[in-house]
T-cell receptor, first 113, second 112 residues
């Protein structure tokens, strides 16, 4: 059974650019959530989607956005990149949030220069 | 604010000994807890979970204890092995908020 797939694995962008990250959940999982991991702030929740609807959003500026498609695949976008956006972005999928464990992908390492 | 945190940032353990990693949480409404292991260059890997209606759950070489009275969670690893060296996170899921709140993590180093 394939796990959570995130692409790309590594990305280098320049300040002011925008970036789109992709996440394919485990087959059958309809909940997809995104987290940002940095050495200073740890793991911070970005947003969660279920059946193409955003059900919760973390405390991040509007430059961070996401969406989910009908096949449960999800993308997140960061516009007008800042140096502080450099982080590991993790996607997690779940069959039933709060009842089953969340399975994480390996993440996308974003570096903003 | 509501947060989940670990008591110690680092833990050094002799190979073969048992490890205990602690976590305190403050949200009394939390009803689902998970322990994750993260190795360098990888995403968090699910270890074991426990719901608030339980106080103990066992897996293979791991045991999670939940004390709701003092809002404390612990992970016990039996016979710690070199492959157990990693960062361990506890995470809490409040009822119907569809997100995990993570603690800061404990780095476990296993000495040969």
């Amino acid at each position: 059974k394939a796990g959570v797939t995130q692409t790309p694995r590594y990305l280098i962008k320049t300040r002011g650019q925008q970036v789109t990250l992709s996440c394919s959940p485990i087959s059958g999982h309809r909940s997809v959530s995104w987290y940002q991991q940095t050495p200073g702030q740890g793991l911070q929740f970005l947003f969660e989607y279920f059946s193409e609807t955003q059900r919760n959003k973390g405390n991040f500026p509007g430059r961070f956005s996401g969406r989910q498609f009908s096949n449960s695949r999800s993308e997140m976008n960061v516009s007008t990149l800042e140096l502080g956006d450099s982080a590991l972005y993790l996607c997690a999928s779940s069959l039933s949030p709060g009842e089953d464990g969340y399975t994480f992908g390996s993440g996308t390492r974003l570096t903003v220069v | 604010g509501e947060s989940v945190g670990l008591h110690l940032p680092t833990l050094s353990v002799q190979e073969g000994d048992n490890s205990i990693i602690n976590c305190a949480y403050s949200n009394s409404a939390s009803d689902y807890f998970i322990w994750y292991k993260q190795e360098s260059g990888k995403g968090p890997q699910f270890i074991i979970d426990i719901r608030s209606n339980m106080d103990k759950r066992q897996g293979q070489r791991v045991t999670v204890l939940l004390n709701k009275t003092v809002k404390h969670l612990s992970l016990q690893i039996a016979a710690t092995q070199p492959g157990d060296s990693a960062v361990y996170f506890c995470a809490e899921n409040g009822s119907n908020d569809y997100k995990l709140s993570f603690g800061a993590g404990t780095t476990v180093t296993v000495r040969a």
